[in-house]
């Protein structure tokens, strides 16, 4: 089923004024204020919503903003500046985190929001990491993490009154931005502002700077109480609104989370939940953690793209883009750990996928950023060997070392006070008690959790409150290469299997498919399939003749017949969540889908579309 945002993306377009102010061609509208752009958003949208001041008194630990129109970015750089600015001051205040969700139907190109930034000098560095992180023009919601994880931006790519209804969490101020509803009337209807109603609660606060009867009247009749005040420099007027119904008090967080599993997915789990002040106790049943599945020494990092907008490629394109970002920041953090963004090449081996990248390149759905087609030739210079096919080229893509990066990450967590430990310890069974808490009856004694997160990949449905779930055990077996001649190699190369880029004098070869084993077995003639795979698909190269199995890992792969993920809760089962199923691409969908975990738990606003959150359910079985 497609997405709900299922047109394509298109960037802006707009020329800049001999003020230097950017303007939007095709509506004939200024980005921000020659007035002072600046001065206009802490007029109209901080000052009017009762910011920074709320910050200090706000009562959750996370602050909700939403934004009709992207823009420039201006609007969130400058909440992004106070909110530093909070932080710095807020002492002993409950709020440490601030989420800012907004939308924009034609984003900016990275080289116009480059030039439209560069007015703004005194906020040079925020612009710079804004830039860093600006995703490609791809439909759905990027969550982009800053400040060590205490401002999220939600930048949700689409038309605002298809996105609005995707959005899970309360919202505690809305930035009711975008261009003037005379000359962008598609924005401002009905559905907006009932929308904005939906995800309000008692308290929340709009502001907005049009005094537009079809403005005030829509939000009268959503229910908010709206005054009109003096607008800012010559304009006359503007509005604001509260929603002064009374609403139900959130869940409050937990403060304790009991994870199962040893490999990124609960790694990745436990850094999100730890991020957000949340104690963490992590059960392993090995010696160390990244043992099993997450024991490959180079994972392949890449989306798996469609010629149509699916779930499943919608869910692939956010989740490595926000898996870029997340390995890069803790790289950034002093975890040590191999990992290259050398690109991958995608060959059209045989005429099957020749036609299905055929198909995808005409579509063109996936910007350039992302994919794009090449040659033989061309593939060749970008690996660095002579290939036979042309195919597929994502340059974004690449690969890294997931055990050393959980094992890096283990040593961070060690490092924080509310994080507990337990290694070689296996859960036998799990039963709830009168209380309704969970029992873990382990080797190391029974254990006793509120919250308990299983992310123990191939063993998931073993338990009796997941036993229902139908899950695929697939062992598979990635080669260690020796080879002189393969030493050129530049980017790792994909056909029916794959093969990565040297690291320490060894490539992985891989990967072999066995549905039938009951053991994680190494075994001599899944070396010489994986070998006989490359020479099969690349009509044996030359570079490849002298290669040489000196080594092999071996783990069962966990997947479900739908072959989506498995992430959330499970109906009936209060207070249990699963992560997993995740196939071969654990090392891409774990961060994002641990942070949807985390934002569930602490009922946060959620980094995926209410859809895509249903399709991965586990409640789906």
Request: hydrophobic letters at 40%.
């Amino acid at each position: 089923m497609s997405q709900p945002n299922t047109s394509q993306i298109s960037n802006a377009k707009i020329h800049f004024n001999d003020q230097g102010a950017p303007v939007a061609s095709d509506f004939d509208d200024i980005y921000f204020s020659e007035d002072g752009g600046m001065a206009e958003t802490d007029y109209v949208f901080l000052q009017q919503n009762g910011l920074p001041q709320r910050w200090q008194t706000h009562n959750k630990p996370a602050f909700h903003i939403i934004e009709t129109g992207f823009g420039t970015g201006a609007n969130f750089l400058l909440t992004w500046l106070r909110f530093r600015g909070h932080k710095q001051l807020s002492g002993g205040a409950t709020c440490q985190r601030l989420y800012f969700s907004s939308f924009e139907k034609f984003p900016l190109s990275h080289a116009d929001l480059n030039r439209a930034l560069a007015v703004h000098t005194d906020l040079q560095e925020l612009c710079q990491l804004l830039l860093a992180a600006y995703p490609p023009a791809v439909a759905g919601c990027h969550r982009l993490s800053f400040d060590n994880g205490s401002v999220i931006l939600d930048l949700w790519l689409g038309d605002v009154n298809a996105l609005l209804p995707e959005v899970s969490a309360t919202v505690d101020a809305v930035y009711l931005d975008g261009f003037a509803p005379g000359k962008n009337p598609d924005m401002w209807q009905d559905e907006l502002f009932s929308g904005l109603a939906r995800l309000s609660q008692h308290g929340s606060t709009v502001s907005t700077f049009t005094a537009a009867g079809i403005v005030k009247r829509g939000l009268q009749q959503a229910g908010f109480s709206v005054k009109k005040i003096k607008g800012f420099g010559r304009k006359r007027d503007m509005l604001t609104a509260c929603f002064d119904t009374p609403t139900a008090l959130p869940q409050p967080a937990p403060t304790q989370v009991t994870l199962v599993g040893g490999g990124i997915a609960s790694i990745c789990t436990a850094l999100a939940l730890q991020q957000r002040g949340i104690a963490v106790h992590l059960i392993c049943e090995d010696s160390n953690v990244a043992q099993q599945a997450s024991q490959n020494r180079q994972g392949a990092v890449y989306p798996n793209l469609h010629a149509n907008l699916t779930d499943d490629s919608q869910l692939h394109v956010q989740a490595f883009l926000y898996a870029r970002h997340f390995y890069q920041y803790w790289h950034t953090q002093g975890l040590d750990f191999a990992m290259d963004w050398c690109g991958l090449l995608h060959l059209a081996s045989n005429k099957l996928l020749q036609q299905r990248q055929q198909k995808l390149i005409d579509n063109a759905l996936w910007p350039q950023q992302l994919v794009q087609a090449v040659d033989a030739a061309t593939a060749s210079e970008l690996a660095g060997l002579t290939l036979p096919h042309g195919g597929i080229y994502l340059p974004l893509a690449g690969w890294l070392n997931p055990q050393q990066f959980c094992q890096q990450a283990l040593a961070w967590l060690q490092q924080q006070a509310s994080f507990r430990l337990s290694l070689n310890c296996n859960v036998k069974a799990i039963t709830t008690n009168a209380n309704g808490d969970w029992l873990l009856q382990t080797t190391a004694g029974q254990l006793t959790a509120n919250n308990l997160v299983l992310a123990c990949g191939s063993k998931l449905a073993q338990f009796a409150p997941t036993a229902k779930l139908p899950l695929n055990k697939i062992r598979g077996q990635v080669s260690h290469v020796q080879s002189k001649a393969m030493t050129a190699l530049k980017t790792v190369l994909c056909h029916k299997g794959y093969i990565t880029p040297g690291w320490q004098g060894l490539h992985c070869v891989g990967a072999t498919f066995d549905r039938t084993a009951t053991e994680a077995f190494v075994s001599e003639q899944d070396n010489i399939e994986n070998l006989q795979l490359v020479n099969d698909q690349l009509n044996q190269p030359d570079w490849f003749a002298d290669s040489k199995a000196v080594s092999a890992a071996a783990a069962f792969r966990a997947t479900v017949p739908d072959h989506l993920p498995l992430a959330g809760g499970i109906d009936g089962q209060p207070g249990l969540y699963v992560l997993g199923a995740m196939g071969a691409r654990g090392i891409m969908l774990s961060p994002l889908l641990a942070e949807l975990l985390a934002c569930q738990l602490c009922t946060e606003p959620a980094p995926l579309s209410r859809q895509l959150i249903g399709k991965i359910s586990a409640s789906r079985y």
